[in-house]
Each structure stands twice: as structure tokens, then as C-alpha cells.
């Protein structure tokens, strides 16, 4: 098992920054692929970034490409979004998930409660 929990949500102009981290526990961080994902009120669950294990490939939604950074500490067992020019329409709950499957099948096995972001216009 492994145990996810995210923080540092919150609310932002447009125009801002946050970033997410989420913290895990439980096993052996180096093995999973992590990913984040965001759910809007109403909206499907949606994919975000995905980091691969050791960190050297990461992926990204072409709705936050070269507006949102994945990266991850393995050493502190966390997984960090970045997210620079923050639009009303990235108002969502995001969560974090964890894989021992590659970071490009965007299947995912674990995932943490959320955190909720809001962008005001």
C-alpha cells in the first residue's frame, strides 16, 4: 500500500502560481510513477502530468503544457506540480496518484484525497 497526501492548494488570481505537493508513504517511492490529475465541479476526472520513476520523463495535457512543471524528490518521498499562469478554467480538485506501471499507461493504483485549487478571473 501506499499512502498519498496532498497540500498546498488554495486560492489564486488569475495570472498566479501554486505549487501541489504530495507527500508518500508506505513503500519504496523510487518504484512508482506518479501522476496528477484535477476533477472540476461537473467535469470527469481528467489527467494533468506524469512523472516517471526516477524522475527523467515526464508528460503533460496539452491544456497546461508549458504552464505546469512535474517533478519529484525521491530522497523526500514527494511529488511537486508547478503551476505558472493559473486560468479560471484550472479550478479543479487535483490529486495525486502512484503506478509500478510505466508513466505513459495512465493507469494508476493509489491516489491521494485531493486538494482543492480555485482561480479567480
Known amino acids: 500500500q501506499v499512502q498519498l497526501v496532498e497540500s498546498g492548494g488554495g486560492l489564486v488570481q488569475a495570472g498566479g502560481s501554486l505549487r501541489l505537493s504530495c507527500a508518500a508513504s508506505?513503500?519504496?517511492?523510487?518504484?512508482?510513477?506518479m501522476g496528477w490529475f484535477r476533477q472540476a465541479p461537473g467535469k470527469e476526472r481528467e489527467f494533468v502530468a506524469a512523472i516517471s520513476s526516477r524522475g527523467g520523463r515526464t508528460r503533460y495535457a496539452d491544456s497546461v503544457q508549458s504552464r505546469f512543471t512535474i517533478s519529484r524528490d525521491n530522497a523526500k518521498n514527494t511529488v511537486f506540480l508547478h503551476m505558472n499562469s493559473l486560468r479560471p478554467d484550472d479550478t479543479a480538485i487535483y490529486y495525486c496518484?502512484?503506478?509500478?506501471?510505466?508513466?505513459?499507461?495512465?493507469?494508476?493504483?493509489?491516489w491521494g484525497q485531493g486538494t482543492q485549487v480555485s482561480v479567480s478571473a
Open positions: 508506505g513503500r519504496t517511492f523510487s518504484n512508482y510513477a
Open positions: 496518484a502512484a503506478t509500478e506501471r510505466s508513466y505513459s499507461l495512465n493507469r494508476y493504483d493509489y
